[in-house]
């Protein structure tokens, strides 16, 4: 391949260009990456499987651009973890035992449950239909990650609802 | 969000569509062919939900189970199988995926689609698993062979089998006894032999989709499977449990020292009184098993109905007729329903108690029920009765329990007190009957579902009025039953009302113009989930106790059979207590001290048992104490639990009875219904 040399200055140019925009990425963003202080997620009980429905983008809960998944709850590290718990059928007992959650999920409620994430680490997460009888679906983990890698999380995260069964 | 690891992944894509992108060098197809590329790496296909498309279609094949039997693919059609590849000397994911299986199998059984549903394991290895081998195996994972096949054959047959027709690789270098190669995938198959969908079989989640799958299919190939179920299938482990016979020998043991009288016993005698009730109920407690109020059943009332000194029966039916069975002496009955009028044929009746109201000597009945008016029966001491219901202004339509007949006023007529439960039940029509909320245990959270207990003054001339708002009495527990007691010794009925969800109430008769509401005063810490209550004398000290069952607080967590006696260790969450959370955790006696003054003792005198409900009592052993009956345990699936017989030891312990005296194991020596 033979460049003239007007090609190579505009390419060192540009070159140039994007090691600077990287530098004024990588110092800029870190500076307005900012952590999570507050995030609402809802946790819905279907068909013995626990859900969770994350804030998109946006940071805003119930908007457009929520993210969907099921069996690991995953929380930004030092936020302050608003559970928002439901059910479409049964009456869910929800447990995270090393952070002291405990809470049910009940049909046409919204019970509240509240967890300080900690550094990133992993936690059991485990549930049972009350009144009836353990499920392995319902058993799960709590994943705490940086705020990056939670953010990264989310967009590997369906867009769509993973509820086969709606009511 | 834009991150920076993100960002710094893109830069060398960036650099290089800088490049192309220069004069001379710029081709826009280029960049949105790139741009498309990236867009298309944020969401891959497995963030889709998958749809049950038709992958494939498995030939007709046959192969020899493991009774030896010839097994032809044409048996499988109209049915929905899942099929895996496994060997029994493998090492490495055979046995999670037969557990799996396993577990499969429990799931199918547990929702009555076991035998709509069948599953197919076929070897890899057929030159060591002969039929005898894969036997043992299927054995040895609880499979029930009439449904789960364990299949063997040629080995070219069942190779081309994996790889041509399920699409799964299988290797193996040069012969069977070495390593072999192979896919340890579950295979969805429809009623016509397609392949429908694929899973790893080793993970859980995997196995949730299959579960989800498997209904899917099932509801499009078969619609009204759900109704096709006549009985679920009872797993030997709950048949047959084998703590059972561990705990007989114990209490055996126990008793080599124990002094209270034990020298007779129970036998089950049903079948020869000629008793052929049987009990049925919605199919919301037998079929779908949902965690509702029909769960907890309904009553049996006792009286001598036509004065004949012998102890009548009526039988209280979810579905059907109620029946009434005369006692002929002997332990024989006969069934006079029809004569007697009392078979109340449709919708759900609950409860029944026998009273006198009119002071005629002869017995009356009330009859509760679901959504349909409750029913009063006046007695004419012949066994006969008739219906004065809405005359006597007692027909309350709506979710009602139990009915204590008691004189409040102390006017000589016995008044009644009628406990409601709550909204607890939908409008959608099950067969008779309404189906229950699936959340109907957090009735107690909806104010619009509450239904206030009432209280009927009997007017004499076969009339009663609700006296609710004259006597200030306004209680909307979820309750089931209370008691009348008097426990300030006044002389005037006070009220212990059990709450199901919720702290028990008690209302003290303010010498019967009213009642006023002490609950929290005389009783700090009552049981929140109370079923059962009974007043009697435990040590003869002239004081009347109180004995109160706590089923609710014993389904929070799965107990042990070895840990029965215990208290449960946890509360419910606070949220769905809607009280401070103060309270006995099971159930709960109350031994009373003095005038208003009660001691809970419940441990202490070994008062605890496992997912109570009513309570009995009466001296078993004629020693003069009082000795008690819990029925217990909880509808299939869960585990069985007995019933409880707790024989009093001179007013000083309880002592646990019921294999000692015959009550348990019960009829046939199993626990299968």
Same mark, same amino acid.
């Given at each position: 391949?033979?460049? #003239? ?34 995030? +609402? ?6 068909? &013995? ?44 007992? %929800? ?34 239909? %009350? ?37 | ?9 893109? &830069? ?32 891959? #296909? ?24 010839? &097994? ?22 055979? #046995? ?49 062979? +009439? ?19 399920? @699409? ?16 340890? %995938? &579950?295979?969805?198959? =429809? ?16 196995? +949730? @989709? ?47 020292? *124990? ?26 407690? @037998? ?7 029909? =769960? !907890? ?10 004065? =004949? ?89 709506? !979710? ?69 708002? *004259? ?28 709450? $199901?969800?919720? /702290? ?19 009783? #700090? ?5 109370? %079923? ?35 208290? $449960? ?13 103060? /309270? ?11 005038? =208003?003054?009660?001691? +809970? ?66 009829? @046939? ?5």
């Amino acid at each position: 391949m033979n460049f #003239p040399l007007t090609r190579w200055f505009w390419g060192l140019l540009a070159t140039s260009s994007s090691i600077g925009i990287l530098l004024w990425l990588f110092f800029v963003q870190r500076a307005t990456s900012d952590p999570y202080g507050d995030i +609402e997620i809802e946790v819905v009980g279907s068909e &013995f499987v626990f859900y969770f429905r994350y804030p998109g983008v946006d940071r805003v809960l119930f908007s457009e651009d929520d993210r969907y998944g099921s069996g690991t709850l995953f929380v930004p590290e030092g936020a302050n973890v608003h559970l928002k718990l439901t059910s479409l059928d049964y009456i869910y007992m %929800m447990e995270i035992p090393a952070r002291e959650v405990y809470e049910m999920a009940a049909p046409d409620l919204v019970f509240n449950a509240h967890v300080q994430a900690s550094i990133p680490q992993t936690y059991d997460l485990l549930g049972s239909q %009350m009144c009836g009888y353990d499920h392995p679906g319902l058993l799960g983990k709590m994943v705490v990650q940086a705020t990056d890698d939670f953010d990264r999380t989310m967009t590997t995260l369906s867009k769509q609802s993973l509820i086969l069964k709606q009511p | 969000m834009i991150t920076i690891r993100r960002t710094l992944s893109f &830069f060398p894509l960036w650099l290089l569509v800088l490049w192309l992108w220069l004069p001379t060098g710029c081709n826009r197809s280029s960049v949105e062919q790139s741009s498309s590329t990236d867009a298309a790496a944020t969401t891959t #296909p497995a963030e889709e939900p998958s749809e049950l498309v038709v992958l494939g279609q498995v030939p007709e094949f046959s192969l020899v189970d493991q009774a030896g039997s010839d &097994f032809n693919s044409s048996q499988m059609q109209g049915k929905i199988w899942v099929v895996t590849f496994v060997f029994t000397r493998c090492g490495a994911t055979c #046995p999670a995926q037969t557990a799996a299986f396993t577990k499969l199998q429990e799931s199918l059984k547990r929702s009555g689609a076991w035998g709509h549903v069948e599953l197919v394991s076929i070897t890899v290895d057929p030159e060591f698993d002969t039929p005898e081998v894969l036997a043992k195996y299927g054995k040895a994972a609880s499979a029930d062979f +009439e449904h789960w096949h364990f299949l063997t054959g040629d080995r070219a047959t069942i190779w081309d089998l994996s790889k041509d027709s399920f @699409k799964l690789p299988v290797l193996s270098p040069r012969d069977g006894d070495e390593l072999i190669s192979y896919s340890p %995938m &579950f295979i969805l198959m =429809d009623g016509d032999n397609q392949i429908r969908s694929y899973y790893m079989g080793v993970l859980p989640q995997a196995n +949730e @989709k299959l579960k989800n799958d498997i209904v899917t299919l099932l509801d499009q190939q078969t619609p009204d499977w759900k109704n096709l179920v006549r009985e679920l299938a009872v797993p030997e482990d709950v048949r047959d449990p084998a703590w059972l016979s561990e705990r007989a020998a114990a209490q055996k043991e126990s008793f080599a020292t *124990a002094n209270v009288r034990h020298d007779f016993k129970f036998v089950d005698i049903q079948k020869e009184s000629g008793i052929l009730f049987t009990d049925k109920v919605v199919e919301d407690v @037998k079929k779908t098993f949902k965690a509702a109020h029909y =769960d !907890h059943g309904s009553a049996v009332a006792v009286a001598d109905v036509d004065n =004949d000194g012998l102890l009548d029966l009526y039988f209280v039916c979810q579905l059907g007729e109620n029946e009434l069975w005369r006692n002929l002496g002997d332990g024989k009955f006969e069934n006079i329903t029809a004569t007697a009028g009392v078979a109340v044929p449709d919708e759900v009746s609950v409860g029944a108690s026998f009273a006198d109201i009119n002071n005629d000597g002869n017995v009356d009945l009330y009859v509760t029920r679901v959504r349909a008016p409750n029913k009063l029966f006046v007695g004419d001491g012949q066994g006969k009765f008739e219906d004065i219901s809405k005359s006597a202004g007692v027909d309350y339509v709506g !979710h009602s329990s139990g009915s204590i007949f008691f004189d409040y006023d102390r006017d000589g007529l016995l008044d009644l007190l009628l406990t409601n439960v709550g909204k607890y039940t939908t409008e959608d029509r099950g067969e008779g009957f309404y189906s229950a909320y699936a959340g109907a245990f957090t009735g107690h959270l909806h104010a619009d579902r509450a239904e206030a207990s009432i209280l009927y003054r009997n007017l004499g001339g076969l009339r009663f009025e609700n006296v609710n708002e *004259a006597v200030g009495f306004n209680d909307v527990s979820w309750t089931g039953d209370a008691t009348p007691i008097d426990a300030n010794d006044d002389g005037w009925l006070d009220i212990y009302l059990l709450n $199901m969800q919720g /702290h028990d109430e008690y209302y003290e008769n303010q010498s019967g113009k009213g009642f006023l509401k002490k609950s929290r005063e005389v009783f #700090p810490k009552t049981a929140w989930g109370t %079923m059962g209550v009974k007043v009697f004398d435990y040590d003869r000290d002239g004081q009347l106790d109180l004995y109160i069952t706590d089923m609710h607080t014993d389904m929070v967590h799965d107990l042990e059979p070895h840990e029965e006696k215990l208290k $449960m260790r946890r509360n419910l969450p606070l949220q769905v207590l809607a009280t401070d959370g103060n /309270h006995q955790l099971g159930n709960t006696f109350f031994r009373k001290r003095d005038k =208003d003054t009660f001691e +809970e003792i419940t441990d202490r005198i070994n008062a605890e048992n496992y997912w109570p409900w009513g309570i009995s009592v009466g001296d078993l052993n004629a020693d003069g104490f009082e000795d008690v009956f819990i029925a217990a345990s909880m509808n299939y699936p869960y585990r069985y639990g007995i019933n409880s017989l707790l024989l009093n030891d001179a007013g000083k312990t309880f002592v646990d009875s019921e294999f000692i005296l015959g009550v348990e194991p019960r009829a @046939k020596g199993t626990a299968q219904p």
